[in-house]
Structures are given as structure tokens and as C-alpha cells.
């Protein structure tokens, strides 16, 4: 008579674990859509998962008495997963509608409590159907396996395979139909699956609803308010504790959408291994482990805080073995407290079970604590302990739900010593140092830790999350120019706005030009806090205006419009950094242009591989069809991309642009980055519309709905240990720069050899820049060096990037070698007879 039952039971695991896959992929996929509506600062992305966590607490409590008096277990499920499944279909148009209606009536500073407001309505509102439904599956579920198996002692193994699906979910949702269908058509799949889930439960036969129940059944050592209460903090105390780890992690670990990926799962794997364990051994254990349980999950916290300190060499030891390794990192991290976790949810659940006849008070609860934790810490527990320190009192907080017993004091003595040699302990930084160098400042936030660091020659760089460099004093040049560019290119700028500011360089550089007034948007206030540090105090004028504010959202939001808006670099790799590259917000960037608006996205070469860039190309020249590509210098070791796109297309006129560039007022701020005529302007030129499409092909654009440079996350970290020119030669050598895409067509013929002579003789200095053997001084750099360069000058007399260098190398080793430097300045004369300039220092050299 039993054995059908238990086959039964068997039969519904696949179906159970189902359940799981869908609903973590669903809250992946959600979630990565909302931080495109919401932005992908903090207050947004930990809204929406409150959001998410607060309508699984309403489907719970408020489906719970309905399913336990469904005639049909199966049907009941069923319906919910068909709901589940059409909400899922109807995402795919509903969130990105919501989304660019909630940006203007957000505006473009909106209040922290009201972003956190719209953060945590716009998925508790638009997704309630889906994530209430959610919240009455794993009811259903249990009580389908307590009919199934006549025993209703089976809530923590149901959690556990439903987590385990989960986890499964995961990683596959992120690692492969993210990037093989993008966001809509994972959304289709999932819809698909809910399907599978409630055909599969029909199939199984009618079941009547009443699973066998244990109410009252065992003692009862939480009574009262307690039971409630620790449901509740358990909830808040686990979302808070994988808030900080998460937070943590980011510090060491490469930050891509596959590092959280695989911080989630490990998450979830411990949290479905306790279920798990907790299901076969609860028998035989009494119920007074509550505090055992509490006292150990308290331990194994702060035996991940003890961890942290040495994450970075774990992180690093780790890096070689790519996603695989940073898996490794996250299971050390995350393993052992969640598991401890998942088996106190299980004990908890059942109680609740036996004591009500059913999980949906413990789901609703714990699921409400959970809704809770996000803003609690990213607000309070972060700015008052920080990051790591705040991992003590989250510990003890499970020492505080311990029963009043005197077995208390005993169970609370481990940790509690722990937790009091921590908090003893100064706070580890995770910011690397080098030899010789020095910690200078560091900001802290929910979000990033910026520090501003010293190198041993006394540089200093602005880094944020320990691992990305933002700037810094040896790069002040180079990020004037990022600004000076786009601005000469347009005819007469008076408005230009800058996303993403770094150590504010290139925000000053574009104010330093007469008539412009321009205005940053900074993602991080962290980082905002740390500009003093790199003020220049030879700068003229107050300091620009600053909003803090996601970028995506600040133009979607915004209503002004520009004469040239710039994009700062933003490292590919890094998650939510793909969504600065797509075609919807290059199309919202337009929209804030004027009328002969200019818009410019700085691309770096040295952290992109090619199906990257090329994909990023696509998705430009779709909005921008006159788009162009420029370079900033001719640094082989960080070198940039600019591409430009004028919102009305049209030509350069070579001689307006010589006038502009002799304005009295434009002269010295032009000249002081190495813009002394056109010519050092328009060779910086690497190819228009037509030379762009043929390199960048056919192939994916980067979408908002196919973030194609999101999923390449592994190749573009692999970038960052690849030489660093290796895409810029890349470019240079597919790319023919044609003057005819460039130049008005009067000015065209006098200029076309001349700039196609220049654009050579600046890939053959490139190339030779590419070639220098490690980095040599003195008279081994002339011997590297000098072939390059000159075979560059043969090229294009004019190309100064090649004859200064030259000259100043003849000129260090006169008082060495006279007669090396003879030789090279004759060198030197032969391959730019018309400059002079050697002629009269050899001639000079001769007299002496």
C-alpha cells in the first residue's frame, strides 16, 4: 500500500528541483533587468531583491490557507506555475515598459528614499503576480510530498531540493542561456519549464490536499512570539550576511556577472546541503538544537570573517583556473555558514509545519526578514561597522535568538570569544599597496571602497574595490586630452556633459576650454568624496558641478541637452559596465544632444578583446551611422579608442578647425596637451563609417536585451594579462583611414596625402612602440628605438610623435658618444631633410 506513495514522493523531486531552476533564473534575469530601469547603484539593485524577497512574503501568507484547502494538491500547483509562466512572458515587454516610464518621474537626483522607494515598487508592483505565485509553490510542493510519501516530517528536504534546483538554475540560467538566448529568451525558457512543472504535476494524478499532519506533534521549545521572531531574524540575518560577503568578494574577485553568479551558487549549494542533511538526520535529533544550530551558524560566520584578511591570495592562487577557480573561492566563503543555515531554516520549517500543518507562515516570514535585510544594511549596518567589522554583530545576532536556557552560556561560548578576538582585531584592508607605497585614504560605502594610494615614485591613483584603477596623477595628460578631443571636434561647444568622472581629470580638462560649462555624473559617491585628493591647484575657476547618480538613468531622466557629451572608460568586464555599451543608451545619449551635438565613448583597448570592441562598433554605428574612430595617443601600453558620433553627421572643415586652434583663448589649453596644429588633431583619426563596419563586420550588437560584452566577461578579463597593444595593432593594421569620410571635399585634395602619409608614419611608430624589448634606458633605447622612429619620420616628415623623440636622443648621447650622435642626426636629416632641425644641430656638432 506504500510503496505507490513513496514512488509517487520520488517522482515529484525532479519537479520540486524544477521549481527551483525557474524561479532563481527568473530573479537573475529580473534583476538584471531592473538595474537597466533602475540604474546599477546600490540603493537600486538591493530595492529590487527587497522587492523580490517582499512578494514571495505576500504569496506566502496570503496563498497558504487557499492551497491547504485545494481539493487538488496538483491543480493548485499547477495553476500557480502556469501563473508564474505567463508573468514570465509578459516580462519580457512589461519590465523594460515600466522601466523608461519610472526614469523621468524619478528625475535625474532623485532622493534616496524615493530611489529606494521606486526600487523596491517597481518589482513588488510589476512582478507581484509571479513572485506571489513563487511564494506558494514550495507550499504546494511539501504538502504534495508529505501526501506522497505519508509523512509530513519532510519540509527541509523539500527546501533543499527545491534550493538545489535552484543552484542548478544558477549557474546554468548565467553560464549558458544568458549567452546563447539573451535576457528575452531566457525569459521564453523559463516559461517553458513552469510549463513542464505543471504538466508534470497533473501527470503524476489527483491528490486530495490533505497531507497527513503532525500539529503539536514534539515538544515545542520556541513558544509564543520567539518561534516568529527567529524566522524572521534568521531571514534578515542570512540576506545580510551574503549582502556583506558579496560585498566583500567584489574587493578581490574579478566582478563579473559570472563571479556573482558563482557567489550565488555557492551560496545556495550550502544553503540546499543543510536542507538536505537536516531531512535525513532530524530524527534522530531532539529539538533543543535549535541553539547548538544558532551557536554554530554564529561560528561559521565568523569563521568567514576570520577568512577574509586572506581571500586575496586565495582569489589570486585561484585566478589561473578562471570561473572554475573563482567558484573555488566562493564555496570557501560561502559553503560552511550557509549550509548551517539551510539545516536552522529546515528545523524552523518543520517546526512550523507540525505546529500549523503548513510552511507558508515560515516561508512568509523568513521571506519578510529577508525583504528587510538589503536596506537595513546597505544603510545602516555598512556606514556604522563597515563591510567586514559589520560581519561580527551579524554573527551574534543568532547568539540573540538563543533559547533563555542556561545551556545558552555553553552553546554561546565559541563564538562569542570569537567574535571578541575579531572585534579586537583592526579591520583588514583589502587594497593592494606596493613596495614603497602608501594607503593614503579610503572611503567605504554599500556599493565600492575607493582608496587613493601612493606608488613607491610617489604617483598617486585612485582605485575602487581594491582592483580597478580610476586615474591618477602620471595620467592627468592623457585624461585632458579624453576631453580636449571631442570638444575641438565640435565647431563651438558651450554645454558638455561627462559620465563617469574617475579622479575628476578629465572633468577639469574640459572646463579648462573658454566658453564650455560642463557637469559630471558619478556613479559612486565613494568615489566623489575622494576628488580633493587629486585637485589641481593651478586650475582656474570653481570646482565643476558633480551629481552623483547612475549614468544610465541620468540620461534617461534628463532633460537638458548638449553640445558634446563624454563617456568615460568603462572596464568591460566588470557587471553592469556592458550596459554603458549598448544601443538603447547610446540612442538615450543622443537624445540629450543638441542639434550639432557630439557624443563621445572612450573604449579601452587594453581591457576588451575583439568580439568586444566589434560588437560595441555594431551597436554604435547602428545610432550613430556617421560614427568615427579616433585615438587619444600613441601609448602602446593604455591605449585608447575614442568613437564619435555626431547626432547630424557632416565633414570636418581642416581650416576652421586651424582657426580654433589659433583662438588666442583656445591656443594655450590646446597646446598644453599637444594639439599644436590640425594635423596633430586629424592624425589621431583611425577610420569613419565605412572603415569601421568592414572591421567591425557582421556578427551581435550589444542590446540591453543581448548584452553580448556582459557575457564575453571571461575573455575581456583574459585581456587584462594579454600584452596591452595587442588590440590596438589589431586596429591599426585592419583599418585604412580613408580622407574622404573625413574631410569636407573642398579642403579635401591639398590634405589627402599629407594625413595619408601621417596616418602610416603613425602605425609604423605604433608598431615599433609594440616591438621595444621591456623597458630600456639610455643608449639601449636608441638602439631599439631609432629604427622605428625613423623609418616613421620617412614616412610623414610631419609626424612630430617621431622627430622629437629622435632629436632628444641625439642630443643625450652628445656628451657620451659625439660620434653616435652624429650618425644618428644625419640619420635623422636624411629621413626629414626638410625639417632642419638636425641639419643645424649636426652642423653645430661638426663646428665643435
Known amino acids: 500500500m506504500n510503496r505507490p506513495r513513496i514512488d509517487s514522493g520520488w517522482k515529484l523531486v525532479p519537479i520540486v528541483a524544477a521549481s527551483g531552476f525557474a524561479g532563481l533564473g527568473y530573479e537573475i534575469v529580473w534583476t538584471r533587468e531592473l538595474s537597466l530601469a533602475l540604474g546599477s547603484d546600490m540603493m537600486a539593485v538591493l530595492g529590487a531583491v527587497a522587492g523580490f524577497f517582499g512578494g514571495l512574503a505576500l504569496g506566502a501568507f496570503a496563498l497558504d490557507r487557499p492551497i491547504r484547502r485545494a481539493r487538488s494538491l496538483r491543480s493548485a500547483y499547477a495553476a500557480l506555475e502556469a501563473v508564474i509562466g505567463l508573468w514570465g512572458l509578459i516580462s519580457v515587454w512589461l ?91 531566457t525569459l521564453l525558457c523559463l516559461a517553458g519549464l513552469n510549463a513542464l512543472c505543471a504538466l508534470g504535476a497533473l501527470a503524476l494524478g489527483p491528490a486530495s490536499g490533505r497531507a497527513p499532519t503532525q ?72 529539538d533543543a538544537s535549535l541553539g547548538w544550530l544558532l551557536a554554530g551558524t554564529s561560528l561559521a560566520c565568523l569563521a568567514t570573517a ?56 515560515a516561508i512568509g516570514i523568513n521571506s519578510l526578514g529577508a525583504s528587510a535585510a538589503p536596506l537595513l544594511t546597505a544603510q545602516f549596518v555598512i556606514p556604522a561597522f563597515g563591510a567586514w567589522m559589520a560581519l561580527i554583530p551579524v554573527a551574534l545576532g543568532y547568539l540573540l535568538l538563543l533559547p533563555l536556557r542556561r545551556a ?39 556599493m565600492v571602497t575607493a582608496s587613493v594610494v601612493d606608488d613607491a615614485a610617489g604617483a598617486r591613483y585612485l582605485e575602487v574595490n581594491g582592483r580597478f584603477r580610476m586615474g591618477g596623477t602620471n595620467s592627468v595628460r592623457s585624461d585632458y586630452r579624453q576631453a580636449m578631443l571631442p570638444l575641438l571636434l565640435h565647431p563651438a561647444p558651450h554645454r558638455a556633459l561627462f559620465l563617469g568622472i ?111 570592441l566589434r560588437a560595441i ?136 596625402e599629407r594625413l595619408t602619409a601621417y596616418w602610416r608614419a603613425r602605425n609604423r611608430f605604433l608598431e615599433a612602440g609594440a616591438a621595444l624589448p621591456g623597458d630600456p634606458r639610455g643608449v639601449a633605447l636608441v638602439e631599439a628605438a631609432s629604427p622605428g622612429l625613423l623609418d616613421a619620420l620617412r614616412l610623414s616628415a610631419e609626424f612630430n610623435p617621431a622627430y622629437g623623440p629622435l632629436i632628444a636622443m641625439a642630443q643625450s648621447l652628445m656628451a657620451s658618444d659625439r660620434a653616435a650622435a652624429a650618425r644618428l642626426l644625419r640619420e635623422i636629416n636624411d629621413a626629414a631633410p626638410s625639417r632642419g632641425g638636425a641639419r643645424e644641430l649636426l652642423s653645430r656638432e661638426l663646428r665643435q
Open 408 to 446: 545558552a552560556l555553553v552553546w554561546s561560548a565559541a563564538p562569542a570569544l570569537a567574535a571578541l578576538i575579531l572585534w579586537m582585531h583592526p579591520a583588514p584592508s583589502l587594497t593592494r599597496v606596493p613596495a614603497g607605497g602608501a594607503l593614503l585614504a579610503v572611503r567605504e560605502g554599500p
Open 306 to 361: 576570520f577568512l577574509t584578511p586572506f581571500i586575496a591570495g586565495i582569489a589570486d592562487a585561484a585566478a589561473e583556473a578562471g570561473i572554475a577557480g573563482e567558484l573555488a573561492v566562493a564555496l570557501v566563503l560561502f559553503l560552511v555558514p550557509s549550509a548551517a543555515m539551510g539545516a536552522l531554516f529546515g528545523l524552523l520549517a518543520q517546526w512550523v509545519r507540525d505546529q500549523r500543518g503548513s510552511l507558508g507562515w
Open 617 to 752: 562598433i555594431r551597436a554604435f554605428l547602428e545610432i550613430y551611422p556617421g560614427g568615427s574612430a579616433w585615438l587619444n595617443h600613441y601609448s602602446v601600453r593604455t591605449p585608447m579608442l575614442a568613437l564619435i558620433g555626431p547626432r547630424d553627421g557632416g565633414a570636418l572643415d581642416p581650416d576652421a578647425l586651424a582657426v580654433r586652434l589659433d583662438d588666442p583663448a583656445v591656443r594655450p589649453v590646446a597646446r598644453s596637451v599637444g594639439f599644436e596644429t590640425a594635423m596633430d588633431l586629424l592624425g589621431q583619426y583611425i577610420g569613419g563609417p565605412r572603415a569601421l563596419a568592414a572591421f567591425a563586420g557582421e556578427g551581435p550588437r550589444n542590446t540591453d536585451d543581448y548584452p553580448f560584452v556582459t557575457f564575453d566577461a571571461s575573455r575581456n578579463v583574459r585581456a587584462l594579462t594579454a600584452p596591452p597593444w595587442g588590440l590596438l595593432l589589431a586596429v591599426t593594421r585592419a583599418m585604412r583611414p580613408d580622407p574622404a569620410e573625413l574631410l569636407a571635399e573642398p579642403k579635401r585634395e591639398p590634405l589627402a
Open 502 to 612: 574617475g579622479t575628476g581629470a578629465t572633468l577639469v580638462g574640459g572646463s579648462q576650454m573658454p566658453g564650455v560649462t560642463v557637469h559630471g555624473v558619478e556613479l559612486s559617491p565613494e568615489v566623489v568624496a575622494l576628488l580633493p585628493w587629486f585637485a589641481n591647484s593651478a586650475s582656474a575657476g570653481p570646482a565643476p558641478r558633480v551629481t552623483v547618480a547612475d549614468a544610465r538613468r541620468y540620461v534617461a531622466a534628463d532633460t537638458d541637452r548638449y553640445d558634446v557629451i563624454v563617456a568615460d572608460l568603462f572596464h568591460p568586464a566588470l557587471d553592469g559596465s556592458g550596459a554603458l555599451y549598448t544601443t538603447d543608451h547610446f540612442a538615450a545619449v543622443r537624445e540629450r544632444l543638441a542639434a550639432d551635438g557630439v557624443f563621445c565613448q572612450w573604449l579601452p583597448l587594453y581591457q576588451l578583446d575583439l568580439p568586444s
Open 215 to 286: 500539529a503539536n506533534a514534539g515538544p515545542r521549545p520556541v513558544e509564543g512570539l520567539r518561534l516568529p521572531i527567529t524566522l524572521f531574524a534568521t531571514g534578515l540575518l542570512g540576506i545580510a550576511f551574503e549582502i556583506l560577503v558579496v560585498r566583500l568578494a567584489a574587493q578581490v574577485m574579478q566582478n563579473t556577472i559570472y563571479t556573482f553568479a558563482g557567489l550565488l551558487a555557492a551560496y545556495l549549494l550550502g544553503t540546499a546541503a543543510g536542507g538536505l542533511l537536516w531531512q535525513r538526520v532530524a530524527r534522530r535529533i531532539q
Open 95 to 185: 519590465l523594460p515598459a515600466a522601466g523608461r516610464a519610472l526614469s523621468p518621474f524619478l528625475g535625474t537626483e532623485p532622493a534616496p528614499a524615493l530611489l529606494w522607494a521606486a526600487s523596491f515598487a517597481l518589482p513588488a508592483l510589476v512582478l507581484l503576480p509571479a513572485t506571489a505565485a513563487m511564494g506558494g509553490t514550495l507550499i504546494a510542493l511539501e504538502r504534495m510530498m508529505s501526501e506522497a510519501r505519508a509523512d509530513a516530517r519532510v519540509s527541509a528536504g523539500v527546501y533543499g531540493a527545491n534550493t538545489a534546483g535552484a543552484v542548478a538554475g544558477t549557474l546554468i540560467s548565467t553560464f549558458f542561456l544568458l549567452p546563447a538566448l539573451g535576457l528575452s529568451g
